[in-house]
């Protein structure tokens, strides 16, 4: 009897602590091995099968790749239908974290963004912590755009998070440029408003022939992923050589160290979207309707997903004005709480972007340079990395 128990117990704590093996699923340019930690049911199991092969898509369509060749993802099982807490990592090997709710369905998940928002975290090499408004904002402007050119979200829900939550990301009083000013807002929609500025200035000087994407996918291209550390100066170098215009150096050069406040009602009159509550319209005459058109634009019609007759994962249109604003409010409110410091914190985030390792001292032994070393140590960021949210 005493024997039977001891073995119970010691079944019971191997599932909570070890995760159990969901299989691999062949991605896109890669390969997902998905692990769970508990036992899963297998209709949840279908669902996020679903789930994660339609956030691989997206991410994968928009980069022409999946972000690595082998990505582990861990789900860790909780109460409810909600996706929520993912971080990635890229030491010994790209590993996402996230939590799923059991009573999780296809219409819990047809909406949620932080898989693929964790997924674009791969496709992005590891930089300074200074620079984690970079980060963070390509994260954020990229997701909703590549899950609208697969068709899960419609254009007017893309642009109306834009309009709605940019001017979070417009420098306040105390501000000293995005390098130096690491409240949340700046943090994510300042980052996101720097992508927005080179998106549409690298088409406009371009004629649409190229975009951000393509200085994204040049990055991810020569090795910039999660697993490695690059500098500011590569980034935006290895960028701009993509699409062939400067536009990231000025950019960067523009509003590192100083505040710079955008014109978004021009903007947005200059790409032809006009708000209309809690969504969006679009005048095709205005003068950048062409570059607002082929920022979301869809790829060639076809369904992921449908094998076995099981349909992707895909938000209707007529859900935006009903949706549209309790979705982003629960957005935001998750990255507030990710951030985990207020906006009066200072001067670095408490939670730190993972380099090569769990400590100061093994990124130090790869780091590129003196003078990145020397940066990093005078950040004070002798800290214990846990990943990007």
């Given at each position: 009897?005493?024997?039977?128990?001891?073995?119970?117990?010691?079944?019971?704590?191997?599932?909570?602590?070890?995760?159990?093996?969901?299989?691999?699923?062949?991605?896109?340019?890669?390969t997902i091995d998905?692990?769970?930690?508990?036992?899963?049911?297998?209709?949840?199991?279908?669902?996020?099968?679903?789930?994660?092969?339609?956030?691989?898509?997206?991410?994968?369509?928009?980069?022409?790749?999946?972000?690595?060749?082998?990505?582990?993802?861990?789900?860790?099982?909780?109460?409810?239908?909600?996706?929520?807490?993912?971080?990635?990592?890229?030491?010994?090997?790209?590993?996402?974290?996230?939590?799923?709710?059991?009573?999780?369905?296809?219409?819990?998940?047809?909406?949620?963004?932080?898989?693929?928002?964790?997924?674009?975290?791969?496709?992005?090499?590891?930089?300074?912590?200074?620079?984690?408004?970079?980060?963070?904002?390509?994260?954020?402007?990229?997701?909703?755009?590549?899950?609208?050119?697969?068709?899960?979200?419609?254009?007017?829900?893309?642009?109306?998070?834009?309009?709605?939550?940019?001017?979070?990301g417009e420098p306040?009083?105390?501000?000293?440029?995005?390098?130096?000013?690491?409240?949340?807002?700046?943090?994510?929609?300042?980052?996101?408003?720097?992508?927005?500025?080179?998106?549409?200035?690298?088409?406009?000087?371009?004629?649409?022939?190229?975009g951000l994407e393509?200085?994204?996918?040049?990055?991810?291209?020569?090795?910039?992923?999660?697993?490695?550390?690059?500098?500011?100066?590569?980034?935006?170098?290895?960028?701009?050589?993509?699409?062939?215009?400067?536009?990231?150096?000025?950019?960067?050069?523009?509003?590192?160290?100083?505040?710079?406040?955008?014109?978004?009602?021009?903007?947005?009159?200059?790409?032809?979207?006009?708000?209309?509550?809690?969504?969006?319209?679009?005048?095709?005459?205005?003068?950048?309707?062409?570059?607002?058109?082929?920022?979301?634009?869809?790829?060639?019609?076809?369904?992921?997903?449908?094998?076995?007759?099981?349909?992707?994962?895909?938000?209707?249109?007529?859900?935006?004005?009903?949706?549209?604003?309790?979705?982003?409010?629960?957005?935001?409110?998750?990255?507030?709480?990710?951030?985990?410091?207020?906006?009066?914190?200072?001067?670095?985030?408490?939670?730190?972007?993972?380099?090569?390792?769990?400590?100061?001292?093994?990124?130090?032994?790869?780091?590129?340079?003196?003078?990145?070393?020397?940066?990093?140590?005078?950040?004070?960021?002798?800290?214990?990395?846990?990943?990007?949210?």
């Amino acid at each position: 009897m005493e024997l039977r128990l001891l073995a119970a117990i010691l079944l019971v704590s191997f599932t909570l602590h070890f995760p159990a093996n969901g299989g691999s699923m062949a991605v896109q340019g890669g390969t997902i091995d998905v692990e769970y930690t508990g036992t899963v049911s297998p209709a949840l199991e279908k669902t996020a099968t679903k789930w994660i092969k339609t956030s691989a898509h997206a991410l994968a369509n928009y980069y022409g790749t999946f972000s690595v060749p082998r990505l582990t993802l861990r789900i860790t099982l909780a109460d409810g239908h909600d996706v929520s807490g993912g971080q990635s990592f890229g030491w010994q090997g790209a590993l996402t974290t996230v939590s799923l709710g059991r009573d999780a369905t296809n219409a819990d998940l047809a909406d949620d963004w932080i898989l693929t928002h964790e997924m674009m975290h791969l496709a992005f090499p590891n930089i300074l912590d200074r620079y984690l408004w970079l980060e963070e904002g390509l994260a954020t402007y990229c997701e909703p755009i590549a899950r609208c050119r697969v068709g899960i979200i419609p254009p007017e829900r893309v642009w109306f998070d834009l309009v709605d939550r940019l001017p979070e990301g417009e420098p306040k009083s105390g501000d000293h440029g995005l390098d130096h000013t690491h409240t949340w807002g700046r943090t994510y929609w300042g980052g996101a408003l720097f992508c927005l500025r080179a998106d549409v200035e690298i088409r406009r000087r371009t004629n649409n022939r190229f975009g951000l994407e393509h200085a994204l996918r040049a990055i991810h291209a020569a090795g910039g992923t999660i697993v490695s550390t690059w500098t500011i100066d590569r980034v935006i170098a290895t960028g701009d050589a993509a699409t062939g215009v400067p536009v990231l150096r000025e950019l960067y050069d523009g509003m590192k160290d100083k505040p710079v406040t955008v014109d978004l009602p021009a903007l947005w009159k200059q790409l032809g979207v006009v708000r209309h509550g809690t969504t969006v319209t679009f005048d095709n005459s205005a003068p950048l309707a062409a570059v607002r058109r082929a920022i979301t634009e869809r790829e060639a019609p076809r369904r992921f997903g449908t094998e076995n007759g099981s349909a992707s994962l895909q938000l209707p249109a007529t859900a935006v004005p009903a949706s549209c604003r309790r979705v982003l409010d629960e957005r935001v409110a998750q990255q507030r709480r990710r951030f985990r410091r207020t906006e009066a914190s200072a001067p670095y985030p408490a939670r730190t972007h993972l380099r090569r390792g769990n400590r100061l001292e093994p990124f130090l032994a790869s780091a590129p340079n003196q003078n990145q070393v020397s940066d990093w140590q005078a950040a004070g960021s002798a800290r214990w990395s846990t990943g990007r949210r």
